[in-house]
């Protein structure tokens, strides 16, 4: 059983606002998706490696900068003396 | 010149090159359905009207002077809104990238750009490629051309909707369990769900990215080949992709195919769901197939391990949304980084929130073995069982919807009930191969899709059986309005 405070964590651990009414709605539906997913649980699969991709990365390209010309974002709105205005990051909690 | 935008690729490509009519008159054409008819359906997102025009004209006195064109000259092609097109908006229907002007092309929109293909706008869909009815846009539901009370199916409504409308010349979706061909199922054109692998990914918004392929819509199965001689083969930008078997040919290569209709399918499917599939069966060994029914017991862990492994996905790729570079305005002025953070992707939608915290929830220690390592284990499990099956069948067959199209907001207050809508299309996600969904028929006006389905790389057989379908059974595919 997947409870409001476990939602309430997980919605911490995602960086995501919900309100009241969200974790009300989603305690009920989350628990129901994730017990659909209970089917697996009981799987023996032992033998078998798992895929995480069907095409693997091989050649990894040159990490190399490519210029995009001045004001690659000119819809950015919150901007100081050139650079890109972000929240403070000494964290309170 | 009357009803041009009714014409496939190859008509308009030849009637612009061979003047017959311009390219201007045809985008004009093309433009005026859009406003005539997107008042209903509401595909578009962004309607490109100014540099389609522009780029028309240049065609047009290319082919007045006699110089080359490309080979798609003309032809307008309609854009889902989570592929990144240069100077021009790609929202993923979301408040999350209102505004978001991307700097650069996606590798598909390049390809079609150097053969004159004309980008005409951007296509409505579920939240970030969410969900399957693209009712979870943040511009509202796209309609049903059909019926405009039902959904078009999803995620990429907009792409097929704007296909069956006659909106556009053809169109690209992206498909992460079945979001280009269930919607080309619900609203009765060609949707093509490529293996994973042959079309390059750059530019594509990531969701679930190894699950998803970008891939065309249309009104004919040649135009979808076309479409896939064009976006298909390998790109240094992105590093799954592989050297293809293209150009395709859009004549029948083989007609004596073998096929399997997969009964799992069927079972469950509703009852008028069933007997047209079983009609299309009947087609393709009237055409010259040689048919036979299958079962596959894993089958069943298919649309779990699907959504285990999206949800898993789609919370790692969508953590970089921070509003900072992109997004609505909000001030980050004042705000401590976690907080800012965390209440800026509140504005995510209901679908997008519900997947990121179960995909958290999968990802979380304690719980990676008992699903997700499970899911890519059930993945392994598929690709070495449908391996097996493609040594002794060229094609696998079945209903691409297990229902009829639904009305909207039928389904919206029970995320379950859509996500089981996916059961039939998830499979070639998870085991990377590639799938059709082609019209069938009908059902009190409703349209269903037949799926084929075929081995790696195996694109050719997949068309060979969509071709000799096509030209056997005849289904309407365009909207008689």
């Avoid at chain 2, 307008?76 to 650069?104: E, F, H, M, Q």
């Avoid at chain 2, 699907?306 to 980050?332: C, H, K, Q, T």
């Amino acid at each position: 059983m997947v409870s409001k405070d476990e939602i309430k964590h997980l919605a911490w651990l995602a960086r995501l606002d919900l309100s009241e009414e969200e974790l009300l709605k989603y305690e009920s539906q989350i628990d129901r998706i994730i017990q659909h997913f209970d089917i697996l649980d009981g799987l023996t699969l032992d033998i078998l490696e798992p895929t995480y991709f069907t095409k693997s990365v091989r050649n990894l390209r040159l990490d190399q900068a490519k210029d995009f010309g001045e004001n690659v974002l000119p819809k950015t709105r919150n901007r100081k003396d050139g650079y890109l205005k972000g929240p403070k990051s000494d964290v309170k909690q | 010149m009357s009803r041009l935008y009714d014409l496939s690729i190859d008509e308009v490509t030849d009637g612009i090159r061979n003047q017959h009519f311009s390219a201007e008159e045809y985008v004009s054409q093309i433009l005026e359905r859009i406003s005539k008819r997107d008042v209903d359906i509401k595909a578009f997102v962004s309607v490109n009207t100014d540099d389609a025009i522009e780029s028309a004209r240049r065609i047009d006195s290319k082919i007045r002077k006699g110089e080359k064109v490309g080979h798609l000259a003309g032809i307008t092609v309609g854009i889902k809104d989570n592929i990144s097109t240069k100077g021009l908006r790609t929202t993923c229907a979301s408040r999350v990238l209102t505004d978001y002007v991307p700097p650069y092309d996606a590798t598909v929109i390049r390809k079609l750009k150097e053969c004159d293909a004309i980008i005409i706008g951007k296509l409505n869909l579920d939240e970030f490629a969410m969900g399957s009815t693209t009712e979870f846009s943040n511009f509202g539901p796209t309609r049903n051309p059909w019926n405009l009370e039902y959904v078009t199916g999803g995620s990429s409504g907009g792409s097929a909707a704007a296909v069956a409308a006659a909106e556009c010349t053809a169109s690209l979706g992206s498909d992460t369990g079945g979001s280009v061909r269930c919607p080309a199922s619900f609203c009765s054109v060609i949707g093509f769900k490529p293996t994973y692998g042959s079309v390059s990914r750059y530019g594509l918004i990531a969701y679930s990215n190894s699950l998803e392929q970008i891939g065309p819509i249309a009104r004919t199965v040649s135009d979808v080949i076309r479409l896939m001689n064009v976006i298909s083969g390998v790109d240094p930008n992105d590093d799954t992709t592989r050297t293809v078997a293209s150009p395709y040919s859009v004549e029948v290569t083989r007609n004596r195919l073998r096929v399997a209709l997969l009964t799992n399918l069927t079972v469950n499917a509703q009852p008028e769901v069933s007997k047209c599939i079983y009609s299309a069966m009947d087609t393709l060994s009237s055409a010259g197939c040689i048919c036979e029914e299958i079962t596959l017991d894993s089958l069943e862990y298919a649309l779990a391990s699907y959504y285990v492994i999206a949800m898993a996905e789609a919370s790692s790729n969508l953590a970089r949304y921070d509003n900072i570079r992109y997004g609505f305005n909000l001030d980050p002025e004042g705000y401590e980084w976690n907080s800012y953070f965390a209440k800026v992707r509140g504005n995510f939608g209901d679908e997008v929130k519900r997947r990121i915290i179960v995909g958290t929830y999968i990802l979380s220690s304690g719980y990676y073995g008992r699903y997700y390592l499970k899911a890519q284990k059930v993945r392994a499990l598929l690709r070495r069982e449908f391996k097996s099956l493609y040594s002794k069948y060229d094609v696998i067959i079945g209903p691409t919807m297990p229902i009829l199209p639904f009305r909207i907001g039928e389904k919206i207050g029970d995320p379950i009930k859509i996500y089981y809508t996916d059961i039939d299309t998830v499979v070639s996600n998870l085991t990377g191969m590639p799938a059709i969904s082609i019209p069938a028929g009908f059902s009190n006006g409703l349209p269903i899709g037949l799926q084929i389905m075929s081995d790696e790389f195996q694109e050719q057989k997949i068309f060979d059986a969509a071709l000799l379908f096509e030209r056997t059974a005849k289904i309407q595919v365009r909207t008689p309005l």
